[in-house]
């Protein structure tokens, strides 16, 4: 039967955190490249938040990429 350990969801964890801090850097950065004012908090939240929810927990979960990341 598997088991859940302290360091694997520490591992996690700290996945799920690189990938948010991560994000919210492109949309600065893209925002930059395009000349254009950096997002309105509330819309890199929600982006933010949609990544964290959704693609991120469905990666780490099910071990899986849809897209890269360096960590």
Partial sequence: MPTVSVAAVCALLSGILAT???SVG??????KLAGVPPPPLHAVNRGTLIT?????STEHCFAVSSHTHSH
Avoid at 26 to 31: G, I, K, R, S
């Fill in 52 to 56: 964290l929810l959704i693609v991120s």
């Fill in 26 to 31: 492109d949309y600065h950065a893209c925002a």
């Fill in 20 to 22: 948010t801090v991560e």
